[in-house]
């Protein structure tokens, strides 16, 4: 069965940093692409960033050079390194896992973690 657990979310300043990390059991982690998606209140779910099997990672806009998205392989965890916060980012973030290894840019999210909180004031 899969399960996507995350953590290291947290309320910090603007300007500030945290790290979460998704913690992956039940499937073969490293065939799968990941991805991070995050939800704030009164607004739609959207997708932050994305991470292939083979490590290639893209991000929307409005994160792009202050996130940073990355896999361990051999420990099953992903991560997203934030800094330079907004009070924009608050919001909460989901771990995702695909299916679709993502090696051509395509994904297809199908499993979700509960989400971690992010609060930026």
């Known amino acids: 069965h899969v399960q996507l657990v995350e953590s290291g979310g947290g309320s910090v300043q603007p300007g500030g940093s945290l790290t979460l990390s998704c913690v992956a059991s039940?499937?073969?982690?490293?065939?799968?692409?990941m991805g991070w998606y995050r939800q704030a209140p009164g607004k739609e779910r959207e997708l932050v960033s994305t991470i292939s099997s083979d490590g290639t990672t893209s991000y929307r806009s409005s994160v792009k050079g202050r996130f940073t998205i990355s896999r361990d392989n051999a420990e099953n965890t992903l991560y997203l390194q934030m800094n330079s916060l907004k009070t924009e980012d608050t919001a909460v973030y989901y771990c995702?896992?695909?299916?679709?290894?993502?090696?051509?840019?395509?994904?297809?999210?199908?499993?979700w973690g509960q989400g971690t909180q992010v609060t930026v004031s």
């Open positions: 039940g499937y073969i982690f490293s065939r799968y692409g």
């Open positions: 995702a896992a695909s299916r679709i290894s993502g090696s051509d840019g395509r994904y297809s999210f199908t499993y």
